[in-house]
C-alpha cells in the first residue's frame, strides 16, 4: 500500500472504539463495544485485537498495511512504556502493557497518551482550538482532566502529570472524584453530577417534592449525568439546579486555569457539548468573578467542536504522532 493507514483505539469507562483512518481526522471504518471495566481488562484486550483485525478485514487490509497504532485512555498511564496504571474510571486495570500487547500483536509501532492530552491536540488541530497558541481542553466525561497546549505545543510537564484540574480540592467535603472528596472530578464531572443528583433527589423526597429523576429511581436505575440532562430538558426544577451548581463549581475550577495557566481559550468536552450554556454560562459567570479580571477577559470558553468524534479523532493523533 502507498498511503498510511492509521488505527485509534480510544479506551473510556463505560465504551471502548477502534477506528481506522488513511487521513486523519476521516475514520474509514469503526466499532464499539462496552468497556465494562469492573470485569478487568483481559476481555477488553481482546475485544480491541478482534476489533482493529475487523476494521481492517473490512477495508482488504492486514496488519502490514498499518503504520501505527494510537491509544487514547485515562491516566494515569506511562505513556513512555505504554502502561495503564489503573485510572479511576478503570480500578481493575492495573499496570496493563497495552503498548506491548498490541505491538506484539500487530507488529507495528503504539503509541499511548492521556485522554486528556490526546483530546487537547485533537481539539487544537481540528477543532474548537485551532489558531489558539495557549489552549486547556477539559475532559468532562465519567471523570475530569485537562491537556495543555502551552505557546502552540502539548505541555506534559516534568512527569507526564501536567492538567490534573480534576484531583484539585474545592470544599472540605463533598462528592468524591479523583479519590478526593470535594475535588473538581467530584463537583464538576458526570460521575460527581450523579452524586450530587442521587443527595438531590433524597432531598426532594424529603421534602415531598416529586421530580423526574425520581421516576428513574423507582426503575431501579443508578443516576447518570445524562439523566439529569433529560430531566432538565422535561423542565424537572431540581435537575436545573444541578446543572446550574455543577457549572458554578465548574466555573472555579476555570478560574484557578485562567489564574495559573493565562489562557486565551479554554475547549470543554463531553457535558459541555450536552447541556450546553444552561452548564457554561453559570460556569463563565462564575469564572469572570473569581479569575484575575485582564486574564479572564483574553480567555473565552467554548464547547469542544469534534463532538462525539472527538475520541476517535484524539486516538487518531496519538497514532500519527503528538
Known sequence: MNKEIWVGVDIGGTKTAVVL????????????????????????????????????AINGLTSRDISGIGVSCGGPLDRIAGV?????NLPTWVDVPIKSILEAEFHTGC????????GAVAEHRYGAGRGAQNMVFLTMGTGLGAGIIADGRLY???????????????????????????????????????????????AARARGEKTFLESCLAAGNNLTARDVGTAAEQGDA??????????????????ILVDVLNPERIVIGGLAMRLG????????????????GPAAAVCEIVPAALDEQIGDVAALCVATGL
Not at 431540581?238 to 478560574?255: D, Y
Open 238 to 255: 431540581v435537575a436545573r439546579r444541578i446543572i446550574r451548581s455543577t457549572g458554578r463549581r465548574l466555573g472555579e475550577a476555570l478560574a
Open 156 to 202: 506534559h510537564g516534568t512527569t507526564d502529570l501536567a492538567g490534573e484540574i480534576g484531583h484539585v480540592r474545592l470544599t472540605r467535603s463533598g462528592p468524591v472524584g479523583h479519590n478526593k472528596a470535594g475535588s473538581v472530578e467530584g463537583w464538576a464531572s458526570g460521575g460527581g453530577m450523579a452524586q450530587v443528583a442521587m443527595r438531590a433527589v433524597a
Open 84 to 88: 495503564i496504571q489503573s485510572p479511576p
Open 21 to 56: 483512518s488513511s487521513q486523519p481526522p476521516a475514520v474509514m471504518e469503526r466499532v464499539e463495544f462496552p468497556t465494562l471495566a469492573g470485569e478487568g481488562p483481559a476481555r477488553a484486550l481482546d475485544l480491541i485485537k478482534k476489533g482493529i483485525g475487523e476494521v481492517l
Open 111 to 118: 503509541r499511548v497518551e492521556n485522554d486528556a492530552n490526546a
Open 277 to 292: 450554556e444552561a452548564l457554561l454560562a453559570p460556569a463563565q459567570n462564575m469564572m469572570r468573578r473569581e479569575a484575575l
